[in-house]
Every structure is written in C-alpha cells, then in structure tokens.
T-cell receptor, first 114, second 116 residues
Framework: GDSVTQMEGPVTLSEEAFLTINCTYT??????LFWYVQYPGEGLQLLLK?????DKGSNKGFEATYRKETTSFHLEKGSVQVSDSAVYFC?????????????FGKGTSLLVTP | GAVVSQHPSRVICKSGTSVKIECRSL??????MFWYRQFPKKSLMLMAT?????????EQGVEKDKFLINHASLTLSTLTVTSAHPEDSSFYIC????????????FGPGTRLLVL
C-alpha cells in the first residue's frame, strides 16, 4: 500500500543553519504530497503541499519539490529560527477514491538552538 | 483560519469504562471527519473516516465495536472507546475536511487517553 518514509530525528540545529528533512514515498496512482507541522501543545497545521510532479510547495521560508523520478518530497529551509522548533510530518494523500485520507510519516522532531 | 477543537484534551479512566471524545469544527461545516491514533515516536495511524449522516468506514485492523464513531452533524463527530483497556492508551487526533473543499484537512489538538 501507499506509504511515506521520513528521516528520523531528533534534528538539532543552530539558528540560521540550513535545514533538510528527507521524505520519500511509495504510491500507486498520482498522490498529493504534504508537509504538516506540529508545534508543542498544538494540533497539526498544514505547512505546504504539492499536487503533481515538479510542483514546488512553499510557505514561511520552507519549500519542498515533488520529485516523481526519485519519489521524494524533501523539506528545506535556508535559515532556521528558534520558532521553527516543532515536529514535522510528511504525508501523502492517495487518489480521490480513498476519501482524501492521509498517510503520515513518523514525524521528525526539530530543535533549533540560539 | 479554520479551527477544529477536541474535548477533552486529556482523560484518565479505569479499565473497563467507556470514554467519549468530541471533535468539533468551530467555524466551518465538515462533510468528512477523520480519526487518527498516534503512538509515541510513531506516525499517525488512520482509524476511520466518517461522513455526516452515514456509517464510518474503518481501516483494516480497527475494531468498529471497540471504537464507536458517530458523525451526527456537519460540525460534530464523536469517538467512543468502549470498555477501555491499558493498550488503548494513546493520543487520538481528529481532522475535518470542509464542505466543498475535499482534500483539505484541519486538525484538532488531540486527546491524550490514559487507561489505568
């Protein structure tokens, strides 16, 4: 079945460092891909998404490109801030027959230190 | 932005009792709501999909008689854990998909259940 694999954390970076969180997927059909973020004590929030190959999602300085040839959707940010400390989930939504349920990766915890 | 609430945020109960968790979309109507379960250091696992006014669709391996889901209105879905046991202790998260915006999901903050 469809699945998402993302790098395990925790990831600890200094402020202003470059961030990459790897995410690869396995899917039949033409899935949509998402990154969600969960700040401490809060619910998951959509960070960005891409619905077809070569699309680039971006938001709050984060970006990810839907790469069909490598089945990847890596999350990047050029300069992280302390406020970016959170858990990041890569997710996949199969085609419309699934009812738009999401398959999540295990999550990657990011800690940014001053 | 769209807000989804869950109540309670935390609950502790004795083994054998039942617990009801509410999920509400506060400022939009949700045709579809999803219930997930999250284990420590694990991904969110989809338990079931519920559509307003119809029976929930459960994922393979999820006991529908154990986890009762009711989606009685466009703003409220409930998950009842019946005869809870310690292995049911987990973090339960709901999400809601706005009417007319299939593919978009807004998540609740989650409910931490501890069964003693």
């Amino acid at each position: 079945g469809d699945s998402v694999t993302q790098m395990e954390g925790p990831v600890t970076l200094s402020e202003e460092a470059f961030l990459t969180i790897n995410c690869t997927y396995t899917a039949t059909g033409y899935p949509s891909l998402f990154w969600y973020v969960q700040y401490p004590g809060e619910g998951l929030q959509l960070l960005l998404k891409a619905t077809k190959a070569d699309d680039k999602g971006s938001n709050k300085g984060f970006e990810a490109t839907y790469r069909k040839e490598t089945t990847s959707f890596h999350l990047e940010k050029g300069s992280v801030q302390v406020s970016d400390s959170a858990v990041y989930f890569c997710a996949l939504s199969p085609d419309s027959n699934s009812g738009y349920a999401l398959n999540f990766g295990k999550g990657t915890s990011l800690l940014v230190t001053p | 932005g769209a807000v989804v609430s869950q109540h309670p945020s935390r609950v502790i109960c004795k083994s054998g009792t039942s617990v009801k968790i509410e999920c509400r979309s506060l400022d939009f109507q949700a045709t579809t709501m999803f219930w997930y379960r999250q284990f420590p250091k694990k991904s969110l696992m989809l338990m079931a999909t519920s559509n307003e006014g119809s029976k929930a669709t459960y994922e393979q391996g999820v006991e529908k008689d154990k986890f009762l889901i009711n989606h009685a209105s466009l703003t409220l879905s409930t998950l009842t854990v019946t005869s809870a046991h310690p292995e049911d202790s987990s973090f339960y998260i709901c999400s809601a998909s706005p009417q007319g915006r299939a593919g978009v999901q807004y998540f609740g903050p989650g409910t931490r259940l501890l069964v003693l």
